[in-house]
């Protein structure tokens, strides 16, 4: 068991003001009164719950050794196929993975990602880092990226013929220049990425100077290339509205548990607990989180959890 406080290595690497609630606070009180509808709503009735899993994969994140890597694909190459084995005989289904996948890892990896993803394991996605780049230098780099897996078969819709077509997370929660100028530097990246063939961006949430106003939706954005962050907002996705104008953009969970145990941050405790979604930190597997997320995603009777996994299972 877990002692807690538990240190903010482990947990909380930035204090509360850091998190920066003055961009995503606001939204997040205004919305309290849906949450608490969603949650009386819910009382007593049955919720279907999908739990959707962005995993940021990056086998080479703190390898202690240069065969470490291959160890973890091939780890997920033999045990992930048997865990889904397991589960269509007790359930008769099985999850679906994906793997957003950073090229910076390496393309040594793409063989067995691609296999796994033939194989029916889930599916292979774009996680992209980069930094002081052009709409040119970007554009360029990302069209050699996508040739690059799509020689293994990856980032395609089928068709006849098969179109690129592929899911994108942003390192460091960059997309569209939200840092204005830090680790990305390219206003206008979500029009390059639709021309590209990107059909939705999964970055958000950060909890940081990256965060965007608007938070836990499902939504479209208009680009606008003469700022930064254009999907600071944008128009709700709406059942039986197929033409809204923009960018696709799918935000995980949002929340602040009151309940959670105290969290020791830099010369301060806090009884409270951020959350942006990510599953690789000490607070996220305590079931206290869960009612967080369903409250932060309810549509309608059905509940979207679109939780974010940092590092390479």
Same mark, same amino acid.
């Given at each position: 068991?877990?002692?807690?406080? *538990?240190?903010?290595?482990? *947990?909380?690497?930035? !204090? ?49 050794? +240069? ?5 973890? *694909? ?44 033939? &194989? ?18 970007? !554009? ?19 068709? +006849? ?10 390192? +460091? ?12 530097? *390219? ?13 939705? +961006? ?9 965060? !965007? ?8 954005? %208009? ?11 944008? %128009? ?57 997320? &369903? ?19």
């Amino acid at each position: 068991m877990r002692n807690w406080p *538990v240190p903010a290595e482990q *947990v909380a690497r930035l !204090t509360m003001p850091e998190r920066r609630p003055d961009l995503w606070l606001p939204s997040y009180v205004l919305g309290a009164p849906s949450r608490l509808r969603a949650r009386r709503a819910g009382a007593g009735r049955l919720t279907h719950v999908f739990f959707l899993i962005c995993d940021h994969f990056e086998p080479r994140h703190h390898a202690a050794s +240069d065969a470490q890597p291959f160890e973890r *694909v091939a780890t997920w190459r033999r045990e992930y196929p048997a865990f889904q084995a397991r589960c269509r005989e007790r359930f008769g289904h099985a999850p679906r993975h994906t793997w957003f996948y950073p090229p910076h890892h390496g393309a040594e990896h793409l063989p067995a990602l691609a296999d796994m993803a033939y &194989e029916g394991g889930g599916e292979v996605e774009l996680h992209y880092h980069h930094s002081d780049d052009t709409a040119a230098t970007l !554009t360029r780099d990302l069209a050699r990226t996508i040739a690059l897996y799509q020689r293994h078969g990856l980032l395609f819709e089928a068709g +006849d013929p098969p179109r690129t077509a592929f899911g994108f997370v942003h390192g +460091d929660w960059t997309l569209d220049n939200a840092r204005n100028g830090v680790r990305c530097g *390219v206003n206008g990246e979500l029009s390059i990425l639709r021309r590209l063939g990107c059909w939705g +961006d999964f970055t958000m949430p950060s909890g940081n100077d990256a965060q !965007t106003r608007k938070i836990n939706s499902i939504y479209y954005a %208009v680009d606008d290339p003469s700022r930064h962050k254009s999907h600071d907002g944008g %128009v709700d996705a709406a059942v039986g509205r197929a033409d809204t104008p923009g960018f696709f953009l799918m935000q995980g969970p949002l929340s602040i548990n009151w309940r959670a145990p105290k969290i020791r941050c830099p010369n301060e405790y806090w009884s409270i607990a951020f959350g942006n979604g990510i599953l690789a930190k000490g607070l996220c597997g305590r079931p206290t989180i869960l009612g967080r997320w &369903e409250t932060a995603r309810r549509i309608r009777n059905c509940s979207i959890f679109w939780p974010r996994n940092s590092l390479v299972s």
